[in-house]
């Protein structure tokens, strides 16, 4: 195999045959038939089909194409083969918390600009937010108008030219560098001197990111409770703390009542990332040194270390190719050939973390093993990663609706695949 890939070209025996499963119906008549890619498009992730047509038909109306899925296997497939403009995601879904759909997109550099909007109860606000959210309705929705206005402001956020960030730094050559390095023609850059200064844009509402040095500003977040008391609150405002002082900062400003979405920055990389992050960028229209540079930060980062991977495949070569890639990631690694010693070492080991399932396997394929596994009431949260020879249309909605939380086609890009492990694993 080439030296980015894992897999091998295998004439498959017809007793591989995978089982039928019925393809989901599109229940709420939504627009999947009629999207094109330069569509305004919106995913609507709902569990109430009732609600959902709801939702459906407030998006129309501002102008969205609508895509909806009632469970959270259908969701990944959909992110991955349309690419939404916007996502409302309901949290309890029947065969996933919506809470991993959340972390899932907002741990992959290809899906984290994708802006969220949770749907739920108010309980779920808080974490909504700190977890990567834009938005949020809760339940039970009042009227349409709610609806209307929330999705007006998604639609606002995702045509709107440009993004708007203020940097409240120590005027000298950094400040100067990170301006220029991000003024473009998407981010209009807004550098305030002071509290007075910060106050003054938050009010003429030039803030879609706040950035706060650490030791150049007495501002205090009561200052901000008190500059944005009385004014519509449509979502936190994200604040990155930057500077040595880390979670000491942190804790200072988490005792604010939830009007702010905070991150910690220690290093310029990790300001911009975090900048990029908040702003919805996609770093695909970042220049090649940019983008470079958030993807070494994303890809040196060692959430993998420690965690414990479950290889199943009836050939060893793919076996020993798989266990090089996660071994350099300081992964821990155990094989099964079979899918019925693929349930017992899950049964029998709680300290697997994931599993990458092979599909085209004898005696109990891939898809059987899935589908036994998730009747596991205790495994219902273990990530499963489906891993195919062939790459049909239609395969990877097989996969995910059978348990798979993702999926890969042979031979694997490491990439690829290293992204999806980080995408599950990340906490």
Known sequence: AESSRVGFNIQLDPIYAEPEIEPERNEAEDDRAEMKPDDLSILIVENDLAFARVLLESARAQGFKGLVAGTAASALSMIKEFQPSVMTLDIYLPDMQGWRILDRLKADLSTRHIPVCVVSTDDSRERAFNSGAIGFIGKPVSSTAVIEEA????????????????????????????????????????????????GRLLRQGAADCLVVQGGATDLQPGDLVEIMDGQPITRQLPIVLYGP?????????????????????????????????????????????????????????????????????????????????????????????????????????????????????????????????????????????AVTAKAMKGDREKCIRAGAWDYLSKPVDTVHLLAVLRGWLYR
Request: glycine residues 6%.
């Open 151 to 198: 999705f007006g402001r998604l639609k606002g956020f995702v045509t709107r030219g440009h993004k708007s960030l203020v940097l409240l730094m120590a005027a000298g050559a950094e400040r100067s560098a990170l301006a220029a390095r991000l003024e473009g023609e998407d981010i209009e850059v807004h550098v305030a001197e002071d509290k007075a200064d910060v």
């Open 245 to 385: 002082e880390g979670s000491h900062a942190l804790a200072g400003w988490q005792r604010a009542d939830g009007l702010f979405a905070l991150r910690e920055a220690r290093s310029l990389e990790r300001l911009l990332d975090t900048i990029y992050f908040f702003l919805h960028r996609s770093i695909l229209g970042l220049p090649q040194e940019q983008r470079q540079a958030v993807q070494d930060l994303h890809n040196s980062s060692r959430v993998l270390e420690g965690k414990k991977a479950l290889v199943v495949d009836d050939d060893m070569r793919n076996i020993f190719a798989l266990s090089t890639v996660l071994h350099d990631q300081g992964m821990r690694m155990a094989s099964a050939s079979n899918g019925r010693e693929a349930i017992r070492m899950v049964k029998d080991d709680p300290d697997i973390d994931i599993v990458l399932m092979d599909i085209m396997m004898p005696e109990m394929d891939g898809i059987t093993t899935m589908q036994e596994i998730r009747k596991l009431p205790e495994k219902r949260d273990l990530p499963i990663i």
